[in-house]
């Protein structure tokens, strides 16, 4: 089953490889996936472009584990980690396995969601290549001075917002274009 660890945001590197740490020390026959989306963004400062890492959700981070007590008890020594999400019952809260298949969908091989591009035309656009063309939801919103695409995506039941890099060019000839995904976006 998945879990939900909540910890402190801007930690979560430093929480994963404590946990593999820990893992490989003390019991490594405990069977467990960690799973910590990331996504490429444009970070803009002082009209200076720079491409940064970022977590998916910031604060969250997944472990497959059926013996997610054990977890919970090394995890307390840990600086910056809070807690596993519990329910009303203090029963551990899970994970569907459909939420965590369609966040790895946009994924590459590292776990990061690089950036997708697009071509751009009123408010419809076409996702050419990237992580996007695999995405099934909606885009909400696109910025382009920060090359970000506001998608929704279902997390522990709930539907939360994130943003994705995109680069949106403007479409310059009307042809079609072989395999492109078109999405509508709301302009605001």
């Given at each position: 089953?998945?879990?939900?660890?909540?910890?402190?945001?801007?930690?979560e590197n430093h929480v994963?490889?404590?946990?593999?740490k820990q893992v490989q020390t003390f019991d490594n026959e405990v069977p467990h996936e960690i799973f910590y989306p990331t996504r490429k963004l444009v970070h803009l400062n002082h009209g200076v472009r720079t491409v940064v890492t970022r977590a998916l959700f910031p604060g969250y981070m997944f472990i497959k584990t059926e013996e997610i007590a054990y977890?919970?008890?090394?995890?307390?020594?840990?600086?910056?980690?809070?807690?596993?999400?519990?329910?009303?019952?203090l029963l551990f809260?899970?994970?569907?396995?459909?939420?965590i298949d369609a966040i790895r969908v946009l994924l590459n091989e590292f776990g990061e969601i690089e950036f997708s591009s697009g071509l751009a035309e009123n408010n419809r656009i076409r996702i050419v290549s990237g992580p996007l063309?695999?995405?099934?939801?909606?885009?909400?919103?696109?910025?382009?001075?920060?090359?970000?695409?506001?998608i929704h995506l279902n997390l522990l039941g709930?539907?939360?917002?994130?943003?994705?890099?995109?680069?949106?060019l403007e479409k310059i000839e009307d042809e079609d274009i072989e395999g492109v995904r078109d999405f509508y976006f709301e302009r605001k």
């Open positions: 089953m998945w879990h939900t660890l909540f910890v402190m945001s801007g930690v994963v490889s404590y946990l593999q977890f919970k008890k090394i995890m307390q020594r840990c600086t910056g980690f809070l807690t596993i999400l519990q329910d009303a019952d809260e899970t994970m569907r396995q459909d939420e063309r695999n995405y099934c939801g909606r885009i909400l919103k696109i910025n382009k001075r920060e090359c970000r695409a506001k709930k539907e939360i917002f994130t943003y994705v890099g995109l680069n949106a």
